[in-house]
């Protein structure tokens, strides 16, 4: 049972436009979301996180947004560039001393084109 | 944040054999973890690397295995056991920097290849 969805393998943005990639979750004890970027042959990458205390936190062009109700959270891209092509994950900790516990999506392949 | 360095970065081994995948951090770390992805799949923790004790395994990975060291809080090792084509994944290692709120960064990971 995945805790942690991303239902989109792909997606396809022209360069210059938003990308938004959605991530849902089933566990209501999660409390920190993360994305990571990753490119071939690479480790996943950091980009930016979120606590459950917030419902948006925002990085040059990487925004999140976080619906607790809905247990759902988004990543903004604005504008995307052909360097964002990589793969997306989605991922959600546990709430809980010491907890350090990662569940990840599956993943999405963002595709800009120039 | 950290640099970590991941060796072998890939390999191919026949079945039957083990193979042990090295973790060096240039920095001192809280927590140091083993990841698994499978083809098409998510990352999934295998174990915690706790320094200077057993690791912490997660439901479905057992230490005869998939055995880990971490004689220092910068450097961990992970082995894949008696390896069978299932075996074939990307394994990633990923560091805790400190407590709280962290992101955890991971290495570039090991591509393997079991025939």
């Known amino acids: 049972d995945q805790q942690v969805k991303q239902n989109s393998p792909s997606l396809s943005v022209q360069e210059g436009r938003i990308s938004i990639l959605n991530c849902d979750y089933t566990?209501?004890?999660?409390?920190?979301f993360l994305w990571y970027k990753k490119y071939p042959a690479e480790g996943p990458t950091f980009l930016i996180s979120i606590s459950s205390i917030k419902d948006k936190n925002e990085d040059g062009r990487f925004t999140v947004f976080l619906n607790k109700s809905a247990k759902h959270l988004s990543l903004h891209i604005v504008p995307s560039q052909p360097g964002d092509s990589a793969v997306y994950f989605c991922?959600?900790?546990?709430?809980?001393?010491?907890?350090?516990?990662?569940?990840f999506g599956k993943g999405t392949k963002l595709s800009v084109i120039p | 944040s950290a640099v970590i360095s991941q060796k072998p970065s890939r390999d191919i081994c026949q079945r039957g054999t083990s193979l042990t995948i090295q973790c060096q951090v240039d920095?001192?770390?809280?927590?140091m973890f083993w990841y698994r992805q499978q083809p098409g799949q998510s990352l999934t923790l295998i174990a915690t690397?706790?320094?200077?004790?057993?690791?912490?395994?997660e439901s479905g990975f057992v230490i005869d295995k998939f055995p880990i060291s971490r004689p220092n809080l910068t450097f961990s090792t992970l082995t894949v056991s008696n390896m069978s084509p299932e075996d074939s994944s990307i394994y990633l290692c990923?560091?805790?920097?400190?407590?709280?709120?962290?992101?955890?960064?991971f290495g570039d990971g090991t591509r393997l290849s079991i025939l």
């Open positions: 920095s001192q770390v809280t927590m």
């Open positions: 690397a706790n320094q200077g004790s057993e690791a912490t395994y």
């Open positions: 991922a959600a900790r546990e709430s809980g001393a010491g907890s350090y516990q990662l569940t």
């Open positions: 990923s560091v805790a920097i400190g407590p709280g709120n962290q992101p955890q960064h």
């Open positions: 566990n209501s004890m999660f409390d920190y």
